[in-house]
DNA sequence: TGGGATACTTACATTGTTGTATGCACTTAC
DNA sequence: GTAAGTGCATACAACAATGTAAGTATCCCA
């Protein structure tokens, strides 16, 4: 079996492809920022990112879990109480992601002044 | 109308959430970070990111032009000639975009390390 | 003279993603 | 006692994303 010492994004069958999407993923990335600075609880997460469904929200944490990217620690506890945190490579990831939504933040308005069409203007 | 100073990519009506979301759709990173040091023809993507169709690359690079981000010259001639380069805001994005997968694919021995489950493993 | 390359577009079918609604077992607050 | 909160799972339906195949006009090469 073949060594890999490092992925390639471009190929389709590798493996850091389905990671990268994992990460930019509708769901993950705004997941994997929301748990940048502070430990979470599911319905924590779940009011903190606007739209987001009880089950993507599940799905969304499994996935990255699975990826080894965050840590589900459930006390056991009833009513249950369950926290999601960063690992380190999770960390990691995040703040790459945290880097590039928060360029867009920044540099909105002058992202919309660029787009002739409305399409991404729609504010409301 | 409200004067927008940033955006906010957990509101889920921010316009910032969609451009995220182009450019980390499926194909928008990869279009991105292809882009990022060369101009390239369309036939070139094509060859260049593994798995896109061709319906796939028309549609992510006409999103990507209407966010501003590339730049589509049609050299008018024939057999067609056309060329796609990234605009400097189209840059800074793909920077970020191409840190984050960077990074992915630097560490992926030890992000396969991590995963118990067999799902990212998959190399092949 | 036939085949491949170029940069797409369109119609159609399939697959994948997402939402909605419901249920669970139990607690606390009103 | 009633409602709301907790962290999910599950079934179903709707919708969005994607692939496949074909077509376009022209050129170049063998």
Redesign the pocket.
């Known amino acids: 079996m073949p060594n890999i010492s490092r992925g390639d994004v471009f190929a389709s069958a590798c493996p850091s492809r389905q990671i990268l ?1 994992h990460v930019t ?3 993950g990335g705004l997941v994997l920022i929301a748990l940048r600075e502070e430990t979470l ?4 997460l ?1 009011r903190r990112i606007d ?6 929200l ?5 996935v990255l879990e699975g990826d080894g990217l965050i840590l ?1 620690t ?1 006390h056991g506890e ?7 945190t960063l690992t380190p490579a999770g960390r990691e990831i995040s703040a790459r992601v945290f880097a590039l939504s928060d360029w867009i933040e920044e540099n909105l308005p002058e992202l919309l002044a660029l787009t002739p069409n409305a399409a991404a203007q729609t504010v409301q």
Chains 1, 2 share one sequence.
């Not at 739209?51 to 993507?56: D, P, W």
């Not at 599940?58 to 499994?62: I, M, P, S, V």
């Not at 009833?78 to 999601?84: G, I, M, T």
């Open positions: 999407q993923s509708r769901w609880r599911f319905a924590q779940r739209g987001i469904s009880e089950r993507m599940a799905q969304t944490l499994q589900r459930d009833v009513p249950p109480r369950v926290d999601y």
